[in-house]
């Protein structure tokens, strides 16, 4: 049974350019939330997509804009890059109605020059 | 809007000693959930325990038991006789109780723990 898994592992960018994310979930999960953990911080919700819908969304600009497939995977995509957004963007997997135990992949770690 | 305080910040203690981790949160919803995060050197957070906000029995899973008491809005986490294994960073999660859909976590800033041998 295959986890979370997100690629690329990491990921090198200068500011200005544009960046995408990748996840599968968890096999048999329906739902993807992205997360930004910052260095020493704990993780911040970007948005969450169920049925190919963005859902709910956080405290993040337009710059961060998202999609899921028909397969459930999701890509996350960051447009205009900023020297603040160099952190761990990780993904989360789950089932509505699974009481909202989300799991997690090991992550992407941007570094934005 | 919710809000998790882990008040430690780094703890450090030597094999298998009982080291508890302290979590206070905030939330005007009724019903929520609370968990607990391990996140190891690799990076990937770990999915350790659930509590729903409408069962306050605590419990023992293994070396790990939590202590959740809404009337404080602390759920507390202890592990028993640390291991080195045990060395990572742990957060506190809330998240709300929806029907039909999965609320997003609110995190804390997380506590790392340190066992030493």
């Known amino acids: 049974d295959a986890g979370v898994t997100q690629s690329p592992t990491h990921l090198i960018k200068t500011r200005g350019q544009q960046v995408t994310l990748r996840c599968s979930p968890k096999s048999g999960h329906d739902t993807v939330s992205w997360y930004q953990q910052a260095l020493g911080q704990g993780p911040q919700f970007i948005f969450q997509y169920y049925e190919e819908e963005e859902r709910q969304r956080g405290n993040f600009p337009d710059r961060f804009s998202g999609h899921q497939f028909p397969n459930y995977s999701s890509e996350l995509n960051v447009n205009a890059l900023l020297l603040g957004d160099s952190a761990l963007y990780l993904c989360?997997?789950?089932?509505?109605?699974?009481?909202?135990?989300?799991?997690f992949g090991p992550g992407t770690r941007l570094t934005v020059l | 809007a919710q809000k998790v305080t882990q008040a430690q910040t780094e703890i450090s203690v030597v094999e298998k000693e009982d080291v508890t981790l302290d979590c206070v949160y905030e939330t005007r919803d009724t019903t929520y959930y609370l968990f607990w995060y391990k996140q190891p050197p690799s990076g990937e957070l770990v999915f350790l325990i659930r509590?729903?906000?409408?069962?306050?029995q605590n419990e023992i899973s293994g070396r790990y038991s939590w202590n959740f008491q809404k009337s404080t809005s602390s759920f507390n986490f202890t592990i028993t006789a640390s291991q080195v294994v045990d060395s990572a960073v742990y957060f506190c999660?809330?998240?709300?109780?929806?029907?039909?859909?999965?609320?997003?976590?609110?995190f804390g800033k997380g506590i790392t723990l340190s066992v030493r041998p």
């Open positions: 999660a809330l998240s709300e109780a929806m029907t039909g859909a999965n609320s997003k976590l609110t």
């Open positions: 509590r729903n906000s409408f069962d306050e």
């Open positions: 989360a997997s789950s089932l509505v109605g699974g009481n909202n135990e989300q799991f």
